[in-house]
Each structure stands twice: as structure tokens, then as C-alpha cells.
């Protein structure tokens, strides 16, 4: 049974370019949510897809955009890069139900020269 | 807005010895997630804490929740080289329905030395 897979592993990008990371969920997964990790911090939520919408977002601009398919992949995307925006993008899958704990893909390591 | 801390920040400690990790939240929630993260990896999920009270315990490891205190905590009971890694608790964002929008603590960064 796979897990979390994100795509790809690694990104070099330079300032001002767009990017999209990709993520395919847990089997029988149906909400997945995007994490930016910087160097030495915890995750900060980006937002979370469910039934191909967003449902929630944090703290983030309008640069960072998303979207979720019919078969529950989701893509991230940012627009216009930033230096900060380096960082380690995890994607995170689960049921609907709180209740349960979501699981993580190994991430997608951007970094913007 | 809801804010995650933990402390210690960083943790060393020998082997065979015992230590807790806090992990505080500034609004009300009663659902809250513990994970680990080896370097370079994704974050396992070590336990969830559904309700006040709740205690949980895995090997070395066991957590608890106190929802009145808004304070969870991680107890490491004799531990070992192996259980070297940071760990994070997570909040999810309210009380009461389903959101799964966790809010991360800073971590812990535990070294366990021979």
C-alpha cells in the first residue's frame, strides 16, 4: 500500500519563476494538505483540499495556489518566487475525520537562487 | 490565533535517562498529534490525543493531554540512541468539527548520547 509520493524531490529555481510540486495521497485518502517547512522550524499550513475545493487556508499569499483532481492528486503552485520561499513543501493526507492523523509524503525540497 | 510552544528547544541527554518535552497551546483544542522527524525525512505520526486525559504510550515513549492546561506532554523513559530525532506537537485549529489545519510546534530536538 503506498503511501504519501510527492514529485519531485528536489527543485532549483531561480527568483521570479513559477513552479508546481504534485502529490498523490494515501490510498482511500480523500483531504490533502499542503505544509512549507523552513530550515529548522516546525510546518506552517498552506491549505487543504477536499472534494476538488479548498476548504482552509493559513497564512499564506496569493502567489501560492493549488488544486485538487477527481482522483484526489493535488498540485501546488507558486507564481513569481521569492528567496524565501526555500523551503521543504510537504503534502499531508487523510480522511475527512479529524480523528485520524495525517500522513506524510517525504517532501519536495525548493530552493530559489 | 493559536500559537504552538514547545520547550526545550534542544534536548541532549544520555542513555538509560528519562525526560518530558511540554508542548503548550494558547487557544482551546482537544485534539492534538505528536510526531517525529529523522533528518532529511518526512514526519512520522507517533500518537493522537483525542480527548482530555488522554494518555497514550508506545515503547519508550508516552503522551498525554490536559485540555484544561492547554498542555500536552512527551515522556522519553530510558532512553536510547535510536530515539534521537525532533519531534513536533500539533494542534488542530478548533474545538469541535473537523478541520485537520494543524498548527506546529518549533520542535524538539532530541540527542541521545551513548
Known amino acids: 500500500d503506498a503511501g504519501v509520493t510527492q514529485s519531485p524531490t528536489h527543485l532549483i529555481k531561480t527568483r521570479g519563476q513559477q513552479v508546481t510540486l504534485r502529490c498523490s495521497p494515501k490510498?482511500?485518502?480523500?483531504?490533502v494538505s499542503w505544509y512549507q517547512q523552513a530550515l529548522g522550524q516546525g510546518p506552517q499550513f498552506i491549505f487543504q483540499?477536499?472534494?476538488?475545493?479548498?476548504?482552509q487556508r493559513g497564512n499564506f499569499p496569493d502567489r501560492f495556489s493549488g488544486h485538487q483532481f477527481p482522483n484526489y492528486s493535488s498540485e501546488l503552485n507558486v507564481n513569481a518566487l521569492l528567496l524565501g520561499d526555500s523551503a521543504l513543501y510537504l503534502c499531508?493526507?487523510?480522511?475527512?475525520?479529524?480523528?485520524?492523523?495525517?500522513?506524510f509524503g517525504d517532501g519536495t525540497r525548493l530552493s530559489i537562487l | 490565533e493559536l500559537k504552538v510552544e514547545q520547550n526545550p528547544l534542544f534536548l541532549s541527554m544520555q542513555e538509560g535517562k528519562n525526560y518530558t518535552i511540554y508542548c503548550n497551546y494558547s487557544?482551546?483544542?482537544?485534539?492534538l498529534y505528536w510526531y517525529r522527524q529523522d533528518p532529511g525525512k518526512s514526519l512520522e505520526s507517533l500518537f493522537v490525543?483525542?480527548?482530555?486525559?488522554a494518555v497514550k504510550q508506545e515503547g519508550r515513549l508516552m503522551a498525554s493531554l490536559d485540555t484544561k492546561a492547554r498542555l500536552s506532554t512527551l515522556h522519553i523513559t530510558a532512553a536510547v540512541h535510536d530515539l534521537s530525532a525532533t519531534y513536533f506537537c500539533?494542534?488542530?485549529?478548533?474545538?469541535?468539527?473537523?478541520?485537520?489545519?494543524?498548527?506546529f510546534g518549533t520542535g524538539t530536538l532530541l540527542a541521545v548520547q551513548p
Open positions: 490510498s482511500g485518502h480523500d483531504t
Open positions: 490525543l483525542l480527548s482530555n486525559g
Open positions: 500539533a494542534v488542530d485549529m478548533a474545538a469541535g468539527g473537523a478541520t485537520n489545519k494543524l498548527i
Open positions: 499531508a493526507s487523510s480522511f475527512l475525520d479529524r480523528d485520524q492523523p495525517q500522513h
Open positions: 483540499y477536499y472534494e476538488e475545493e479548498e476548504r
Open positions: 487557544t482551546t483544542s482537544d485534539r
